[in-house]
């Protein structure tokens, strides 16, 4: 059904006729909006449950192992429901880390990534709720036309000139909701930014300690070969010794000599990881690889926290950032099956003008110069060979789709806090192990030294208390790194306390612009290249 638009020149008062139709349609049309005021189509977004009998695991763990070292030998104590502070990682108590993860989160070039995605999903919201005003359009024109006199039966062919300037407005009552169903997507849209943002800080603050805690590990390590190279040399020199006395055959020395350079080779290998990964540091931090400051860490400088939090099975969902990204794509399904169902209904829409049109050597907006046109228009889709069901069907799909993908973040969530529990058991009795074995071989090895000294076992049973001295050294060393990096994995599982700190900057939310124009800078651009990040010259 379409009402046609009616057009005549208007008299001196123009604006009073115009005022006059428009309260008419305006209050039959705010008797059918009242009428269909609670009329959003399409389903109503409720956050799916969480199972009942969900849970970490069937046997609950209070206090991890406890190792006979200093450095992240203490036994841990999980305790349930205890709050996640934001800034995690200042319980390893070390500054430099936290400096170092503090430049990170200022620097890498993913948060600023993150970050513009979410300045652009909550504009792309304001967008739409532009859809709920009316737009207004101002049109200025002049027209010179040379008529044919044969056309008229004039003498001559006259030169006629018209100038017109309208105000045009135009608006679409959102009936059925379909605008508002689309402002809730991009809301959700925004929304999975939002949470997207904030893996990302929590990938990266992870990422961090856990590069930090590796390049103590294979500190540590190169130190413990080097301490192991210095000892085998010791015994080489005591061979040889032994050899010119005639007391042992040269092939004795020979193979101390084998193992030493065999151990020797072992530190290449550690001193190429120690830079790869002091590399991928340099990129966390946004820095170039020749920008390296030589920060240094081992594990005797990081603390090993003593209290881990576990939080409640309950808030583990509205914790983990992925967990909360997968909610808001299930949102944003949801509101499409409305805006689908909204685009099968009738479309309303209202038009209205008001201007002046007068010819040559007469004035704008002068007496009798004034038209108007105002019309009302309602579209109902007939047929179109099922593309809009198809549509409407395609949106239930992916909300099917959005909602199994829900399911499976969940488990993962539960299945990663699960493994961090689990490993932190693990890695405390293994430690607890291998530094009874470390020490057990350290003393199996001065005895064999002081037998082989006095000749009382063969130098087989020296190399072998060597070799087995090296690999629990190098052992204990990998299990100490072990806990700590599990710890920040359970950090990592819980969410990251995101919700006790401010992770998006203010300028990300934007505000409504309803009369923005172009800037000058954006209509006159210089030609000067601007850094990375910086929107000034936008603004």
Partial sequence: MKVQPRQRAAGPQPLAHLCGLLRHLLAALSLLCIALAGCTVGPDFVPPDLAANAGYSRDKLTTTARADIDAGGGPQRLIDGMDIPGQWWTLFRSP??????????????????????????????????????????????????????????????PILTVSSASLSVSYAPDVFGGTRRQIESSTAQAEYERFQLEATYLTLTSNVVNTAVSLASVRDQIGATEQIIRLQSDQLDLLNAQRRLGAIADTDVLTQQTALAQTRATLPPLQKQLAQTRNQLMAYLGRFPNQDRD???????????????????????????????????????????????????????????LGS????????????SGVWSLAGSIAQPIFDAGALEHRKRAAVAAYDQSAAVYRGTVLTAFQDVANALRALEADAEALNQQVAAERSAQASLDLVQAQFRLGAVAYINLLTAQQTYQNTVLARVKAQAARYSDTTALFQALGGGWWNRSDVDPATAGKPDRFGLPSWQEIMPTHKKPAPGDTTRFN
């Fill in 96 to 157: 430099a880390l936290n400096a170092l993860v503090e430049e990170a989160l200022h620097a890498n070039p993913d948060v600023s990534a993150a970050q513009a995605a979410l300045r652009q999903a909550n504009e792309r919201v304001f967008a739409d709720q532009a859809s709920l005003f009316p737009s207004v359009n101002g049109n200025l024109s002049k027209t010179r036309e040379k008529v044919s006199g044969a056309t008229t039966g004039a003498a001559s062919s």
């Fill in 295 to 353: 920060e240094r860490f081992d594990l005797a400088s990081l603390h090993l926290p003593q209290e881990l939090p576990v939080s409640l099975p309950s808030a583990i969902v509205g914790q983990r950032p992925d967990v909360r990204s997968a909610q808001a794509q299930l949102h944003e399904a949801s509101a499409n099956i409305g805006v689908a169902v909204a685009n099968q209904l009738p479309q309303f829409s209202i038009t209205g003008s």
């Fill in 357 to 368: 049109t007068v010819a040559s050597g007469t004035r704008l907006f002068s007496a009798g």
